[in-house]
């Protein structure tokens, strides 16, 4: 296996084109001179700096000096962690420093977490643009008019936020927005047919007084999550549109490579007349499906008969019941709410028509915490390579080993990584930890779930450099040439 990847890597080589091979060989022409990590001051900046050179170069980030107060030496001690551990995602994401508890079903959520979410967010935003989706932000403040009116007031029972301001009246904390955004388009008494279908969507924190939040962000009661609505001419085009939708979050999830079983669900209090959900199959998950081996049909159990076997779709196949942790689910309205807040649109004959509608949900925080789930093991973070934190760690040597003199290959490959391939600036961290052995950073590495580890040790003094390269998604080990880890790193797709 090792061959064919030095025969594949040497192959990619040789297709470079040599300005690019040009570049990286001037780039290392001088791998030994020193490339000075200067003292920070409060600001940030380095004390006596070159002020014109640090605006076109960025400083490296250090992992000192990243905000991510973890407790990696106390994996497997859960009592020294706040908090009850309750699945592997929340103990891996509260070891490395990514969530802390700040009350039940609540958490902060520290930079590198803020930094995988928004790449989650960029990649959402991505797929509901390409199918016409525009962004919005409706308030999360909600007036208890709108609710009465469409009688979830009563209906969502308690897990509905609620609270009054100094006059008395009565808010909720929205855990989803159906009947502000009809209200919102219902204001627009000039809307056409031509304009329709209409995709508007946000991506905000919502609120759900879980009874007995649990599994860390899996089940909380503060979460971000994003919310569509679609506004069509006729149930056909409606359908049409919801199918759309499917497609889009079928993509998004095969992104992320993420295995994600679409399956049919029930409406519940957001009502409708047809209702998907999108799960990871997990053995934490909450939810029961009914799989078909036979062919695509998939439900929650909670639509189908519990001991019913056989497939309802082919008829030939059996189901077998199966555990998954919902991440989206997309409902068809028809005219529930439309109708309720008068939404309408001028029709072909220019009178005015009833709008069909649809809705359509993702969790994002809980996308992030079920892909931990179900791809990392016990020991160690694996992310989507797509919206990891950060892409690279690159690992000097110990300060004061026999190898020390590599630290400064180690400096300059960070610098270089960043100037050779743009796509990688700010994804390339350095660990600066050097009181410490390689074999600790190199564990605290695995376990934060870098898809690359860039080890500068004894191999980079020899008379032909090599970096020792571990890919953190496939378990490998290779020993690559600077113009092998630029063809490497050159693959890795960022957003």
């Given amino acids: ?9 040497c192959l990619k080589h040789c297709m470079m084109e040599p300005a690019v091979r040009q570049i990286w060989k ?8 020193p490339f000075i990590l200067h003292k920070r001051t409060h600001s ?10 640090s605006r076109h170069v960025r400083p490296p980030l250090l992992v000192s000096r990243l905000y991510q107060p973890s407790n990696l030496r106390d994996v497997g001690q859960e009592s020294r962690l706040p908090g009850e551990m309750t699945c592997k995602s929340q103990k891996l994401m509260q070891q490395a420093g990514l969530i802390h508890p700040s009350n039940p079903g609540c958490y902060y959520y520290l930079p590198s977490t803020v930094r995988s979410m928004e790449k989650l ?22 007036s208890a008019d709108l609710w009465k009116t469409s009688e979830r007031w009563d209906l969502m029972g308690k897990e509905l936020f609620r609270l009054k301001d100094r006059h008395g009246a009565d808010y909720c904390l929205g855990p989803t927005h159906e009947e502000a955004v009809t209200t919102l388009v219902a204001h627009q008494t000039t809307l056409s047919y031509r304009q329709l279908p209409l995709l508007l969507y946000q991506i905000t924190r919502k609120f759900r007084d879980e009874p007995k939040p649990r599994f860390g962000l899996l089940r909380g009661r503060e979460f971000y999550m ?3 609505y679609s506004f069509d001419v006729s149930e056909e085009a409606a359908h049409e549109t919801y199918e759309s939708v499917c497609e889009a979050y079928a993509r998004l999830f095969a992104r992320l490579g993420l295995r994600c079983v679409q399956v049919q669900a029930d409406t519940g209090n957001i009502g409708g007349t047809l209702s998907h959900e999108f799960q990871l199959p997990a053995d934490i998950g909450e939810d029961r499906l009914l799989v078909c081996g036979t062919c695509s049909f ?6 189908l008969s519990p001991d019913r076997t056989d497939c309802p779709q082919c008829s030939t196949g059996t189901l077998v019941e199966s555990k998954g942790i919902e991440v989206g689910h997309t409902f068809y309205l028809g005219k529930k709410y439309s109708h309720i807040f008068n939404a309408t649109f001028s029709n072909h004959q220019n009178k005015p028509a009833v709008a069909e509608m649809g809705c359509y949900g993702l969790g994002v925080t809980r996308i992030l915490a079920a892909a931990i789930e179900v791809m ?38 960070v610098h270089n990584l960043g100037q050779f391939l743009p796509h990688l600036r700010g994804e390339v961290v350095f660990d600066d930890r050097t009181q410490m052995t390689i074999g600790k950073r190199l564990k605290d590495a695995g376990r934060l779930g870098y898809p690359y580890v860039v080890v500068v040790g004894q191999a980079a003094l020899e008379e032909i450099p090599k970096f020792e390269v571990i890919c953190q998604q496939t378990g490998e080990t290779m020993f690559l040439s600077k113009d092998g880890l630029l063809d490497l790193l050159g693959t890795v797709e960022t957003v």
């Fill in 44 to 53: 940030g900046q380095p004390e006596h700096a070159d002020v014109s050179h």
């Fill in 121 to 142: 967010i960029r990649v959402i935003d991505q797929e509901m643009q390409a199918i016409g989706g525009q962004k919005l932000d409706m308030p999360s403040l909600c």
């Fill in 376 to 413: 990392s093991a016990e020991e160690g973070i694996r992310w989507p390579g797509l919206i990891a934190p950060y892409q690279v760690c690159v690992l000097p040597p110990k300060k004061g080993s026999k190898v020390d003199e590599a630290a400064t290959m180690a400096e300059e490959l």
């Fill in 226 to 228: 994003k919310d569509m």
């Fill in 1 to 9: 296996m090792f061959l064919d990847l030095t025969r594949s890597i």
């Fill in 26 to 33: 001037r780039g290392f022409h001088n791998l030994h001179r």
């Fill in 298 to 303: 998939a439900a929650n159990m909670e639509t």
